[in-house]
């Protein structure tokens, strides 16, 4: 069985990577397996280095390519995303900021949205060595400081920040994404169409689904350490009308209850649920 989906691990992000790096994770399985599964949207990207078997990935029910071991995961924006694995899973690597794969990748949020991405048919900087370097690992937390390494050398070739977008990710953060796209649009000093559209195309969904994502996940964060009865309590606590209006909203965006879910054969993808940021 699984043991970890993703689950995150306690190793230190070099300060000057916080800004593109928010934090590491990890998920194995303790023998071959042959199971399919949903993921979910969490609201931010991955990079991913595989260190068993490959994973097939399906979007909308259609196989997606996937031949390399390292790869950089999208948004998941309304779309139906599974995994298979017939193998031994095993996979480390990175959640990052949601503008990363703009301001690294030159690319726009959009591009990589619903997708699985090869990490060499998108990178700006040719490495060569990389999936040399990443196989003589003798631990999969060793390729951890090969993937920091990756990404700083990306950094010396980013694309000039967003000012007004990088301050309203933060707003959406501090706030649980308990606020309004007009609210935003206005502190941002940009209009409300612009805000939108460019929002949109740099970070890979809708402002107003992405603050329902991190809504979502920041209630699903207190419920890893909470009794679901308090449900309720949580749900007031984080923006919901009642209980019924977060069992509904969860519903839509996971397919079946919270209460349903965590004591479901999938359960164990719980660990890739819950607030990154």
Same mark, same amino acid.
């Given at each position: 069985?699984?043991?970890?989906?993703?689950?995150?691990?306690?190793?230190?992000?070099?300060?000057?990577?916080?800004?593109?790096? +928010?934090?590491? !994770?990890?998920?194995? #399985?303790?023998?071959?397996?042959?199971?399919?599964?949903?993921?979910?949207?969490?609201?931010?990207?991955?990079?991913? #280095?595989?260190?068993?078997?490959?994973?097939? =990935?399906?979007?909308?029910?259609?196989?997606?390519?996937?031949?390399?071991?390292?790869?950089?995961?999208?948004? +998941? #924006?309304?779309?139906? !995303?599974?995994?298979?694995?017939?193998? =031994?899973?095993?996979?480390?690597?990175?959640?990052?900021?949601?503008?990363?794969?703009?301001?690294?990748?030159?690319?726009?949020?959009?591009?990589?949205?619903?997708?699985?991405?090869?990490?060499?048919? =998108?990178?700006? +900087?040719?490495?060569?060595? !990389?999936?040399?370097?990443?196989?003589?690992?003798?631990?999969?937390?060793?390729?951890?400081? *090969?993937?920091?390494?990756?990404?700083?050398?990306?950094?010396k070739n980013r694309l000039p920040p967003i000012p007004w977008l990088d301050d309203s990710l933060e707003e959406i953060f501090?706030?649980?994404?308990?606020?309004?796209?007009?609210?935003?649009?206005?502190? #941002?000093?940009?209009?409300?169409?612009?805000?939108?559209?460019?929002?949109?195309?740099? +970070?890979?969904?809708?402002?107003?689904?992405?603050?329902?994502? *991190?809504?979502?996940?920041?209630?699903?964060?207190?419920?890893?350490?909470?009794?679901?009865?308090? !449900?309720?309590?949580?749900?007031?606590?984080?923006?919901?009308?009642?209980?019924?209006?977060?069992?509904?909203?969860?519903?839509?965006?996971?397919?079946?209850?919270?209460?349903?879910?965590?004591?479901?054969?999938?359960?164990y993808v719980a660990s890739y649920l819950g607030r990154k940021a």
């Amino acid at each position: 069985m699984i043991k970890n989906y993703a689950k995150e691990l306690n190793y230190p992000i070099p300060e000057n990577l916080k800004q593109f790096v +928010i934090a590491s !994770i990890y998920g194995e #399985s303790d023998t071959k397996i042959n199971v399919k599964f949903p993921v979910h949207p969490i609201g931010f990207p991955l990079l991913v #280095s595989i260190f068993n078997d490959i994973p097939l =990935v399906y979007v909308r029910g259609e196989k997606t390519p996937r031949n390399k071991r390292l790869t950089i995961n999208g948004q +998941i #924006s309304n779309a139906d !995303i599974e995994v298979e694995i017939d193998g =031994v899973f095993g996979q480390i690597g990175f959640v990052l900021h949601p503008t990363a794969t703009y301001y690294l990748f030159h690319r726009t949020g959009t591009f990589f949205s619903n997708k699985c991405q090869n990490f060499d048919a =998108v990178t700006p +900087i040719a490495f060569p060595e !990389i999936f040399k370097e990443l196989e003589r690992c003798s631990s999969p937390e060793d390729r951890l400081p *090969i993937l920091l390494e990756l990404i700083r050398e990306l950094a010396k070739n980013r694309l000039p920040p967003i000012p007004w977008l990088d301050d309203s990710l933060e707003e959406i953060f501090s706030k649980n994404g308990k606020v309004s796209q007009t609210m935003l649009a206005e502190n #941002s000093g940009v209009g409300v169409r612009h805000y939108r559209r460019k929002f949109k195309e740099i +970070i890979g969904v809708s402002p107003k689904y992405f603050c329902k994502v *991190i809504q979502l996940n920041t209630i699903f964060e207190l419920l890893k350490t909470s009794n679901t009865a308090e !449900i309720h309590r949580l749900a007031l606590d984080c923006g919901y009308y009642d209980q019924a209006h977060f069992v509904n909203e969860f519903r839509q965006m996971i397919g079946e209850s919270p209460t349903h879910f965590l004591k479901g054969k999938h359960a164990y993808v719980a660990s890739y649920l819950g607030r990154k940021a």
